[in-house]
């Protein structure tokens, strides 16, 4: 792991001009530019479209981590240091999600203003983590009941940065937290469709545990909570005894990891006579290309719930919660 929790507020700007060139934003009130905007890194493309969607255009909001690239391994680029060491804001994940960034971020905060988003949820809600001990499961993006708790964590963190804004801040959190309960009400209503028995899923690593709870499917993640962990041939055959067993006949890749466990799968139940398909990509630490409906929270939770629904024998709507959905 990268150390570079020893940092400098010094050493951090003067990576900054070097690598990019630039002063430090100019303004007259903490947290904005010239142009009266917060600058604000955040690392996911999930946390991102929730910051955008609460500052709305208070705020110029990059992401760090673009389609398939899995913040479990992720680490930080000189570009990337440069962008949060002159940002008025740094948003990132926590619970050990970004485990690459956390010495970094650890110092960062000693300069400025670096806010985990899911720290501090209700630990009622969260999931222990099965590798790390005092740890939780990150993957609380999942359920949108869950995720409205984040949306709130977010809305109190500008309005503390900005609080000349902090009606906006408000109505704009009140309008998504209404989206977000819908897309959940048609989440329950469509994954409740699904055969009974037929309510396993299947994907390369285990990041749907949340969304098993909340909807009542078993989980089975070839590799563990963080994509570090590796697959043994013993996980590998025990998943495939439980396809041909249970008559499984749909298993799932996800966008941000490798296929070759999935196909293994595909291939073991394959040599014992049981059919097995693809039942679709996942989006599980990232979401769609940028400038997509599935390039959105709401697009990429909508994607998932429809695909795993129509691949294990439930009903759904053409084009999924809203009609956008150009795989269904």
């Known amino acids: 792991m990268y150390k570079f929790a020893r940092f400098s507020a010094l050493a951090v700007v003067f990576i900054t001009n070097i690598l990019v060139g630039c002063s430090p934003p100019e303004g007259n009130a903490r947290g904005t530019t010239s142009e009266g905007k917060l600058q604000i890194v955040a690392t996911t493309g999930m946390i991102a479209d929730l910051v955008r969607e609460i500052a709305g255009e208070r705020a110029e909001v990059v992401g760090l981590m673009g389609p398939g690239v899995d913040p479990h391994t992720y680490r930080q680029t000189r570009s990337d240091i440069a962008a949060m060491a002159s940002a008025d804001v ?69 309005i503390s940065i ?69 697959a043994s041939l013993k996980r590998i055959e025990d998943i495939v005894g439980t396809l041909v067993s249970r008559r499984i006949g749909a298993i799932f890749v996800e966008s941000s990891v490798s296929d070759r466990n999935v196909m293994a799968l595909v291939e073991g139940a394959r040599s014992r006579q049981h059919r097995v398909v693809i039942g679709g990509e996942l989006f599980s630490d990232a979401m769609g290309a940028p400038g997509t409906y599935e390039g959105t929270y709401l697009g990429m939770i909508d994607h998932n719930v429809t695909i795993i629904a129509r691949a294990l024998g439930g009903s759904v709507p053409k084009g999924g919660f809203s009609g956008r959905l150009k795989c269904c």
């Open 90 to 158: 740094v948003f990132w994940h926590g619970l050990y999600l970004e485990a690459q960034l956390e010495d970094f971020f650890i110092g960062l905060a000693k300069e400025k203003t670096v806010i985990a988003v899911a720290e501090n949820l209700d630990r009622a809600e969260l999931l222990s983590h099965e590798t790390y001990p005092n740890r939780f499961d990150p993957h609380v993006w999942m359920v949108p009941r869950i995720w409205k708790s984040v949306a709130v964590n977010v809305r109190e963190s500008l």
């Open 162 to 230: 900005d609080s000349a804004n902090a009606d906006l801040y408000r109505a704009n959190t009140d309008a998504y937290l209404v989206k977000l309960d819908s897309l959940s009400a048609y989440a329950t209503r469509i994954l409740a469709s699904v055969p009974k028995d037929q309510r396993v899923l299947v994907t390369a690593h285990d990041a749907f545990r949340y969304f098993g709870r909340e909807y009542g499917f078993e989980v089975l993640g070839i590799q563990g909570i963080s994509t570090d962990s590796e």
